[in-house]
RNA sequence: GCCGCUAUGGCGGAAUUGGUAGACGCGCUGGAUUCAAAAUCCAGUUCCUCCGGGAGUGUGGGUUCGAUUCCCACUGGCGGUACCA
């Protein structure tokens, strides 16, 4: 037997699939564990080796459980419908459901590569009917389902509907879009459309017209979490605010449920907290304003009412409809301006510009505390969504209503005295009030509390919880996503697809660009048309079939259930979901809603999907620039041209063909990225800069290579390179690098088949464990890659002798021999139990280092040595374990028992201090006491040494740990 | 700004409840083997040093016989988030 790790690779695995090892038995009697990896979406790009990095930590663990004799379910499946894959088809001219089939194999056969542990048979698609056949039944229970805010959960709409029949809204305590009054005359009273559209109010997912975030180059609306800082998170094209009729989920009914939930879980403290801040609660009031010659009432929310005393104006946000109607006429024009100039902002400009603006209506409110006399003002930096929409402006306790104060003159009245809290800010709710009546002399968190209570007794207004999370709009105006199980009948009432009529499958159709805001599918009129009436044409996001997909797996071929009574009773929830941190607020919160949802349904036995989260560290690459500069010639010419990143501007150059000047770094000046295969890392100690050798560049005109084109085009881009000359007489351009994600976008991505097929999957495997804790980003290098290969080297020699034959000895162990396996034992059991993979990699190192030197080759250490390796490197343990006699697959062994006797210590060599600092050691009996200890430690001569002309004052023995001598 | 994470040799990193800082690996240095190289093996490798020692876990303080570990105040890096009333 040889040491050839491409033949073990390939010969293991494809034992495996023959024999179907990583099969999940239906075997109840056992107890399971549920390890999970985050669903990937299959890009054409494949894995790159920051994937793999989860899949093997996940991969140990489920191979650990299965050894330690849990049922174990540990599948993959794939995140096929949405953006990204809609996207490459439409450039690429490929179906998106023919260019998903082959990324998915693609991406399968990289993980068999690893010798990933995966139970294929299981496997989902959420793009598969069969799969999605099941999504749509579950946004449909969301539709025909309510939230009752008493019973704190989902009921069905048909208790909502019997209620209203006999009470109207009356005893309703619902969430709900808007606050609605309906006596149950009135409801009966009303068209089957008026119903429908009255249930809207209520239903948990409901189509409204609200303000969604339109992105014109995608063609559809985005959630919030697909948008950042003004732009299309995929793709990064400018997002506006449109008001438009959507579907959405009902998420904020569920605010309170996600933020306890999170109690009971074991997630990072970070994630916890971004799911914190995401939900965003805060306590505080409602208030009732009037207005001045209007019946309308102006509400506010405050979480500061004790400064009410404070308010000299209101501010509202622009898009509110009460503008029109508060606008005087003498202020329309002024208005009807500001108005304008919002419209014509982005959402861009906004964040980035952060500066105060706004116009008065010309209309008052009136203080309910005081009768003051409030100007109302509209200003951009009042949100619509937040709130009520609307504030009560403290200029002295608000840093925008301060700013806006005073470059609008108004009145600044100071309400809170900080001067007993140096240093405390605006934010900070610290101080004494002053300046307010009855809450004079009060701390802020006091005078809060009586404010509230005096508007309560007022009868206007009440405390108030308000949180930031918003309903998530679930439209797409997209082909490439599961299509909403709803038609519309010839009143326009929406009505849910029947079970026995899913899935709605998509229409073929040959062009399914999206055309500003109206849905592909629109222009499918026959599949549009139905006996059943207009189809809904608006799909869903890629968030609908990834938020369930963990239940599937317990059951995926269920065609009756989205998954049996049975099985989720059986598999309950993930007991280890591992994943990277950029799905830390979306992804997990969408599915512990849609859990909580089917939790309500009495159809999942548990409250919260995942308990316990890793969130695997990033794996970064050098990402390096090209740097363009314009050479301005002395007469006057401007010519582009690429120099290195160190150039300063002004810098005089002399190029060839071009002439001499001086650098100008304007607009035209910037970096574009650069395939690294190009590029020469310099020699010392710089880590931000890279150099981009002539030659390399040469060569790269002549290659037929994506990257080479590219390339080329970066270089075609300015006419001309302001090499700079090394030592050898080489000219080069220094690039600036940086360490980011890895992406094919950036150049930076390394493959790891190459890596598996140089080294074997299992040096791979522990490699990238050996490489640092999991849920560390750390920058990928194959440096040391050759140590673990050494290692893996040594491990096998220790069976394999020369002439490549096994060398077993079924000899008694050593002692000594026996605590090395033992010590092995506890320490990857222990670790592997913590998720610390690194060291159980160190301690296989430190293991292996011992036997071979002590020449083991006793079957009784070796052989329990292969089936701990197993998790880690599967394809060589699987060999040796073979060679060894075993039956059957290792994976299926059972996992060894640490036996604490053969790690006794006769002795133990304690470290000596004096004053604290360690000077030496000796080696006294484990038994000893701590006065044996003591008078050991006197009686030798080295200490006496260290003590000669010294007072002892004290000293501390801590049995097994230490002796410190405090002398003076 | 706010929230979270993080900081240890040339590098990745290790160190149960506070108890020998630098395990393990890379790199580097020297040696063995070899005609030579690769591969392999052995030894050394935190820094300073007058070879007695001394300093040392981002910085400054504190608690302790003893601090990488606990407390206080800073600084840098990474990630998230942001007119959220």
Redesign the pocket.
């Known amino acids: 037997m040889k040491f050839d790790v491409q033949v073990l690779d390939k010969k293991w695995q494809q034992y495996w699939k023959d024999q179907k090892t990583y099969a999940t038995p239906e075997d109840t009697a056992k107890p399971k564990f549920y390890v999970l990896d985050m669903f990937p979406y299959p890009s054409g790009s494949g894995l790159h080796v920051g994937h793999p990095l989860g899949y093997i930590g996940s991969d140990i663990v489920a191979r650990f459980k299965r050894q330690r004799g849990f049922n174990v379910l540990h599948p993959m499946g794939f995140d096929s419908f949405g953006l990204p894959a809609e996207q490459y088809a439409i450039d690429t001219g490929v179906h998106p459901a023919e260019s998903t089939a082959t990324n998915t194999a693609r991406y399968r056969e990289q993980m068999e590569t690893l010798g990933l542990s995966f139970d294929w048979d299981r496997s989902v698609n959420t793009s598969d009917p069969n799969y999605f056949k099941w999504t749509q039944w579950i946004i449909g229970q969301v539709f025909e389902h309510w939230y009752d805010r008493d019973a704190q959960r989902a009921r069905p709409i048909t208790e909502l509907i019997a209620h209203l029949e006999q009470h109207g809204t009356d005893g309703i305590n619902a969430a709900e879009t808007e606050e609605k009054i309906v006596t149950a005359r009135e409801f009966q009273a009303m068209t089957e459309k008026e119903r429908s559209d009255l249930l809207m109010n209520y239903r948990l997912a409901f189509r409204s017209v609200s303000y969604v975030n339109w992105c014109e180059a995608l063609g559809t609306v985005l959630a ?2 697909e948008v ?2 003004g732009r299309s998170e995929r793709g990064n094209h400018p997002v506006e605010q449109r008001p438009m009729l959507q579907w959405s989920l009902r998420i904020t009914a569920y605010a309170e449920r996600l933020l306890a939930g999170l109690a009971d879980v074991d997630y ?3 994630l916890k ?2 799911q914190v ?2 939900i ?1 609660k ?1 306590i ?1 009031a409602l208030v009732h304003f009037d207005i001045e010659g209007h019946d309308e009432q102006l509400d506010i ?4 009412a004790d400064t009410i005393f404070g308010a000299t104006f209101m501010v509202i ?1 622009p898009e509110l409809d009460l503008v029109d109607q508060l606008t005087t006429p003498e202020q329309r024009k002024e208005i009807d301006d500001y108005l304008a100039y919002v419209g014509r902002r982005s959402e861009l400009d ?2 980035s ?5 706004g116009a008065f209506t010309g209309a008052y409110a009136i203080n309910p505390l005081n009768n003051a006399r409030l100007p109302i003002y509209i200003a ?4 619509k ?3 009520t ?1 609307a ?1 009560m402006a403290v200029p002295s306790d ?1 840093e ?1 209503d301060k700013r806006f104060a005073e470059k609008y003159g108004i009145e600044i009245i100071d309400v809170v005295d900080k001067s007993d809290y140096p240093g405390a800010t605006l ?1 900070d709710k610290l101080g004494k009030l002053i300046n307010s009546d009855f809450l004079n002399g009060m701390e802020v968190p006091e005078a809060i509390e009586a404010a509230t209570r005096r508007i309560e007794s007022l009868d206007r207004g009440k405390e108030q919880v ?1 949180y ?1 999370i918003r309903d998530l709009v679930f439209s797409r105006q997209r082909y490439w996503g599961e299509p909403w199980p709803i038609v519309y009948d010839e009143n326009d009432v929406p009505r849910l697809v029947p079970v026995e009529a899913l899935p709605v499958t998509l229409p073929e159709m040959e062009d399914f660009r999206a055309v500003s805001g109206v849905s592909p599918l629109e222009r499918a009129k026959e599949w549009v048309n139905t006996p059943l009436g207009r189809r809904e044409t608006d799909t869903m996001p890629a968030t609908a079939g990834s938020n369930w997909y963990y239940l599937r797996y317990m059951d995926p071929h269920n065609s009756d259930a989205f998954v049996s009574p049975e099985a989720v009773n059986y598999w309950q929830d993930v007991d280890l979901y591992v994943g990277g ?2 799905h830390a ?1 979306s992804h997990i919160l969408y599915s512990r809603l849609i859990h909580k949802f089917l939790y309500d349904l009495g159809k999942v036995p548990t409250s919260e999907p995942y308990k316990k989260l890793l969130n695997q560290g990033m794996i970064g690459g050098p990402i390096s620039y090209i740097h363009l500069g314009v050479l301005l010639t002395e007469d006057g010419q401007r010519h582009p041209i690429w120099v290195s990143s160190d150039v300063a501007e002004g810098t005089p150059l002399s190029v060839d063909g071009v002439g001499s000047g001086h650098l100008v770094l304007d607009g035209s000046a910037g970096t574009r990225l650069t395939p690294l295969r190009f590029v020469t890392e310099t020699s010392v100690n710089n880590e931000s800069s890279m150099r981009l050798y002539r030659s390399s560049v040469e060569e790269a005109q002549r290659m037929e290579h994506q990257d080479a084109a590219y390339f080329r085009t970066i270089l075609q881009q300015a006419g001309a390179f302001a090499w700079k000359t090394d030592r050898e007489g080489r000219q080069y351009l220094e690039l600036s690098v940086e360490q ?1 994600k890895m992406s094919k976008r950036k150049y930076n991505a390394v493959n790891p088949d190459d890596i598996c097929a140089r080294y074997g999957a299992d040096c791979f495997r522990m490699y990238e464990m ?4 999991i849920d ?3 920058p990928w290098s194959v ?2 890659i ?3 290969y ?2 893996l ?2 491990f096998w020699n220790l069976y394999v002798g020369e002439g490549d034959q096994l060398t077993m000895s079924d000899g008694a162990p050593t002692k000594q021999e026996m605590k090395v396996l033992h010590t092995l034992i506890k320490k990857v059991t222990e670790d592997i139990d913590k998720l ?1 993979f ?2 159980c ?2 301690a296989f ?2 293991a292996t ?1 011992e036997l ?2 002590l020449n083991c080759n006793k079957r009784a250490v070796l052989e329990p040595a292969v089936r701990l390796i197993a998790p880690f490197a599967p394809h060589l343990s699987e060999e040796l374990y073979r060679a060894l006699g075993g039956e059957g697959s290792v994976h299926h062994a059972d996992w060894p028992d640490v036996e604490e006797k053969y790690l006794v210590e006769d002795s133990f ?1 304690y ?1 000596i ?1 004096f ?4 000077r030496l ?1 000796l080696d006294i009996p484990a038994d000893a006491t701590k006065q044996d200890v003591e008078d050991a430690a006197r009686a030798d001569t080295q200490v006496q040494g260290y003590l000669e002309g010294k007072t002892v004052r ?1 000293v ?1 023995v ?1 049995p097994k ?2 002796v ?1 001598f ?1 002398v003076g």
């Open positions: 919030n979490d950042k800082d990072s403290e970070g907290a971004q801040n995401w965003g805060s505080g929310f405050t979480t500061r946000a906004r964040v510009e952060n500066k105060v603006t951009e930096y009042v949100l969504d937040y709130g929409g504030i608000d925008r934010k308000n930031r941190a950029e607020v980011g050996f490489l640092g804790p560390q980003a750390k440096s040391g050759d140590g673990v050494r290692f080297r040594r610390s690194n060291t990699v160190s190192m430190v280092n071979t030197k060599t470290p201090a004053n604290g600092k360690t050691t004290k501390i801590v740990r230490m410190n405090v």
